[in-house]
């Protein structure tokens, strides 16, 4: 089951601030951030192993709330080098991680 | 190597064709994964290596997509008389755990069937 996305896009200009929701509607092993740039490969952000579970990375951050199937990213103080597509992982299974749809975020100067 | 290397990088085949897609895992990492990108989409989990064993094949979409890792490293995808659905970025990953860890990913392999 796929998990789901919110919003699909965001634009921000440099400096603000920008929140993607990523929920399921199974219970999860762990939650997984990525971000892909255009015609590049994704790259790990974060993972989080716990309910509760807060980790941050440089002003990126993620929470996890097992108990709602949920997952935060936070994007604090963007820069332009933030922008790509945002995708989270749930792993419901053994081995198996899988992708929500993706939030394109845009950041102008 | 120092990466996760993908081959060939572009595919363009016509519809009926077989093709093979190679994937070189960070040395070392037990675990192996191929996902399928649609254009504006996510990545699709196709199946799972943990060695050289495949244990999870559920996402491959029909028996005309077969995965391999025999030695427990370098992987093959194989796709059976291409139809044009089957156009998409073609994905591997590698973790040096087991399960669903930290994946690296490759550049990938973008297939084209025409």
């Known amino acids: 089951q796929q998990p789901v996305q919110s919003p699909q896009a965001v634009i921000l200009r440099e400096g603000e601030d920008a929140v993607i929701n990523c929920s399921s509607s199974?219970?999860?092993?762990?939650v997984h951030w990525y971000r892909q740039k255009h015609g590049e490969a994704p790259v790990f952000l974060m993972i989080l192993l716990k309910g509760g579970e807060q980790k941050g990375h440089d002003k990126i951050s993620a929470s996890f709330n097992e108990k709602k199937q949920q997952s935060s990213l936070y994007l604090t103080a963007s820069q332009l080098s933030y922008s790509g597509t945002y995708f989270c992982g749930t792993v419901t299974s053994y081995g198996k991680l899988t992708f929500g749809q993706g939030t394109i975020l845009t950041v102008h100067p | 190597g120092a990466g996760v290397s993908q081959s060939p990088r572009y595919k363009v085949a016509k519809r009926g064709q077989d093709v093979a897609l190679r994937c070189d895992p960070i040395?070392?990492?037990?675990?192996l994964f191929w996902y399928q990108q649609a254009l504006g989409q996510g990545p699709e989990f196709l199946t799972y290596f943990q060695n050289e064993a495949q244990l999870d094949k559920s996402g491959l979409p029909s028996d005309r997509f077969f995965a391999e890792r025999p030695e427990g490293s370098v992987s093959t995808l194989k796709i059976q008389r291409t139809q044009q659905e089957d156009s998409a970025v073609y994905l591997c990953?590698?973790?040096?755990?087991?399960?669903?860890?930290?994946?690296?990913f490759g550049a990938g392999s973008r297939l084209t069937v025409l």
């Open positions: 990953a590698s973790s040096g755990y087991s399960g669903a860890n930290v994946l690296t």
């Open positions: 199974k219970a999860l092993y762990s």
């Open positions: 040395s070392g990492h037990v675990s």
